[in-house]
C-alpha cells in the first residue's frame, strides 16, 4: 500500500535554530497537507498545498513558518528560527481530493531545547 | 467554524468485548465528511473509517462501524470483537466538502482506548 514518508522521524534542535522537516507524499496525490500535535494534545491543522500554492493556513502557520515543494516529490516545511513551544510531533499527510480521506506520514517529533 | 467534541478522555474494556466511542459535532455546513482515526503507541495516524453525510446508511470496516446521527450531529464508533491491538487513542475528525479539493480536518481532543486482557 502506498505510504507518505517523513524523514527524519525525531529532530532534537536548539532554540533559535532552522529546521526542516522532510516528506514525500504519495505520488499520485495532489493535495498536501501538514499537521502538528503537541504532545498530549490534539492535532492541528498547520497548512495545505495545491498546484504549488498554499491553499489554507491556520493562525499557527505565522511568519516563521513556510512550505515548499521543490522538485515534484518532496513536500517541506520549515521552521525559520524555532521557540520551545514549537515542541511536538509534525504530521505530514496527502489526498487525492474530494473528501476521500488523507493519508499520514508517521511524523516527526521535533524537540527544541 | 466546525468543532468536534469528544467527551470520554479514557475509555477501557476487556479483550473481545464491545465499545462504543462517543463523538459530536457542530457545523453549519450541509455537505461534509466525518472520520475517525487511530493513533497507537507508534504515533502514527491510521484511518479506521469513513463516513459521508449525505449517505444515511452507516460505514462498516470489518469490526468497526459507526452510527451517524445527522441530525443530532453525533457519530459514535463502534469496536466489535475488541483486540489487543485495537489499544490505541482514537480521534474522530470533521471535514466540510468543497468542489475544489480537499479541506482540512477539524479533531476532537482523542479517547484513549486500552483494551485488557
Known amino acids: 500500500e502506498p505510504e507518505v514518508t517523513q524523514t527524519p522521524s525525531h529532530q532534537v534542535t536548539q532554540m533559535g535554530q532552522e529546521v526542516i522537516l522532510r516528506c514525500v507524499p504519495i505520488s499520485n496525490h495532489l493535495y498536501f497537507y501538514w499537521y502538528r500535535q503537541i504532545l498530549g494534545q490534539k492535532v492541528e491543522f498547520l497548512v495545505s498545498?495545491?498546484?504549488?500554492?498554499?491553499?489554507?493556513k491556520s493562525e499557527i502557520f505565522d511568519d516563521q513558518f513556510s512550505v515548499e515543494r521543490p522538485d515534484g516529490s518532496n513536500f517541506t516545511l520549515k521552521i525559520r528560527s524555532t521557540k520551545l513551544e514549537d515542541s511536538a510531533m509534525y504530521f505530514c499527510?496527502?489526498?487525492?481530493?474530494?473528501?476521500?480521506?488523507?493519508?499520514f506520514g508517521s511524523g516527526t517529533r521535533l524537540t527544541v531545547v | 467554524a466546525q468543532t468536534v467534541t469528544q467527551s470520554q478522555p479514557e475509555m477501557s474494556v476487556q479483550e473481545a468485548e464491545t465499545v462504543t466511542l462517543s463523538c459530536t459535532y457542530d457545523t453549519s455546513e450541509s455537505n461534509y465528511y466525518l472520520f475517525w482515526y487511530k493513533q497507537p503507541p507508534s504515533r502514527q495516524m491510521i484511518l479506521v473509517i469513513r463516513?459521508?453525510?449525505?449517505?444515511?446508511q452507516n460505514a462498516t470496516e470489518n469490526r468497526f462501524s459507526v452510527n451517524f446521527q445527522k441530525a443530532a450531529k453525533s457519530f459514535s464508533l463502534k469496536i466489535s470483537d475488541s483486540q489487543l491491538g485495537d489499544t490505541a487513542m482514537y480521534f474522530c475528525?470533521?471535514?466540510?466538502?468543497?468542489?475544489?479539493?480537499?479541506?482540512?480536518?477539524?479533531f476532537g481532543t482523542g479517547t484513549r482506548l486500552t483494551i485488557i486482557p
Open positions: 499527510a496527502s489526498s487525492a481530493g474530494t473528501g476521500g480521506g488523507y493519508t
Open positions: 475528525a470533521f471535514m466540510k466538502h468543497s468542489n475544489f479539493g480537499n479541506e482540512k480536518l477539524t
Open positions: 498545498f495545491y498546484n504549488n500554492e498554499i491553499s489554507e
Open positions: 463516513q459521508e453525510a449525505y449517505k444515511q
